[in-house]
């Protein structure tokens, strides 16, 4: 059976991005982060391909189990870390690392009474805001998770960067500055750079670094695109022209009517809409390629169908091959046509999208 509308995941692409970070960061080891379904490029068969890595990172528990059913060895970490007993001890049974951020997984690991030791990232808040000790509070968890039984020796030292993707910001100059400043006189393994530090900050590249977006194929630098970097997308989110029809001057296409036909014009009519995670919200005018050829969106995003203006296209037939994203057209040029950023397409491809792999 031929599907409609498919994600195809360029497994080539994959490994050659992370050859590439390699490029960027020789003397770091790579913690490839595949959270959230690998970016929505399917979990299993994106960690396969980057088999190559040093460890893979993960935001939860579940995620973690599922590379290790999957016969993943790999070291796993666990970014949120674990938040209750039974959380610790699947982790034990299943070898994950955990981040440690918070006094209440301090506190978790004290209590733990089994033979496992685990593993532990301590995450220092540098400005994010989000998780991890202030830099005050961390001495006193370094010394508590020191301590603890529970705790591997050579325990590593994380923070996450902010604002990394605005180069030339003085925000990430300042945290870099501050984790080092906080960590001086710890000769422990370090991790700062995610992917906007790789390519935009080499002094964040320290022992080890986080790529996540730029495995993908995807710049996470504004105004520049992957091909700058050497970065091929590794999704291409393809769909099929269902119909054809001709609109005269003046008609109205799509729900509410938000796009008026200022001459004869040719439509296309896609099978993709927002249940298939293309964005409701999308501008008229985006692009998208119709056989190869750069057409437009006309009229707003429907559930399962989407209307672009090939008027100026060579004839259109039904069947013809339609790339939302990915080879030729990069996610991060569509990204700004719905307001958002390109993480956002790539996690929000729906179910029933199906996976291709080659």
């Known amino acids: ?14 490994r050659a991005n ?20 690998a970016y929505g490029h399917g979990l299993v068969p994106t960690a396969l391909a980057l088999a190559d890595a040093d460890a893979f990172a993960v935001a939860r528990l579940e995620e973690g189990m599922a590379l290790r059913s999957a016969g993943v060895r790999t070291p796993i970490v666990l970014l949120e870390g674990v938040f209750n007993a039974p959380q610790l001890r699947e982790a034990a049974h299943q070898d994950f690392e ?3 951020h918070s006094p209440e997984q301090v506190a978790l690991l ?18 994010m805001n989000r998780l991890g000790f202030r830099p005050e509070e961390f001495p006193a968890a370094h010394n508590a998770l020191a301590e603890s039984a529970a705790v591997a020796p050579r325990m ?14 003085p925000v990430t100059t300042e945290q870099i500055a501050l984790f080092e400043r906080t960590v001086t006189g710890f000769t422990l393994e370090r991790s700062i750079a995610n992917s906007a530090g790789i390519l935009g900050w080499p002094t964040s590249h320290t022992d080890w670094v986080r790529p996540g977006l730029m495995l993908y194929g995807v710049s996470p630098l504004a105004g520049r695109t992957a091909a700058d970097f050497g970065l091929r997308p590794a999704m291409t989110l393809l769909s099929t022209v269902i119909a054809t029809r001709r609109v005269r001057p003046g008609e109205r296409v799509g729900y509410g009517g938000c796009w ?4 004869a014009t040719t ?4 099978a993709v809409g927002y249940g298939d995670g293309y964005p409701r919200h999308i501008a008229n005018g985006t692009p998208a390629l119709v056989n190869g050829a750069r057409a437009s969106i006309a009229g707003r995003v429907s559930m399962d169908m989407v209307a672009l203006d090939v008027t100026n ?46």
């Open 1 to 14: 059976m031929t599907r409609l509308i498919r994600a195809v995941i360029h497994s080539s692409a994959l």
């Open 18 to 37: 992370l050859t590439a970070v390699k490029r960027f960061a020789p003397r770091a080891r790579i913690l490839a982060v595949v959270k959230a379904n």
């Open 98 to 100: 955990l981040v440690v």
């Open 110 to 127: 004290a209590d733990w009474r089994g033979a496992h030791c685990f593993n532990v990232w301590l995450k220092i808040d540098s400005g």
């Open 156 to 169: 590593r030292l994380l923070t996450h960067l902010a604002n990394a993707d605005a180069l030339g910001d």
């Open 260 to 263: 008026t036909a200022r001459r």
């Open 267 to 270: 439509l296309a009519i896609v």
């Open 313 to 358: 296209l060579p004839t259109v037939h039904v069947g013809a091959i339609v790339v939302l994203w990915g080879e030729g057209l990069p996610a991060e040029t569509v990204a700004p046509h719905a307001d958002t950023v390109p993480y956002e397409l790539l996690c929000g491809v729906s179910q029933r999208v199906a996976l291709e792999l080659e």
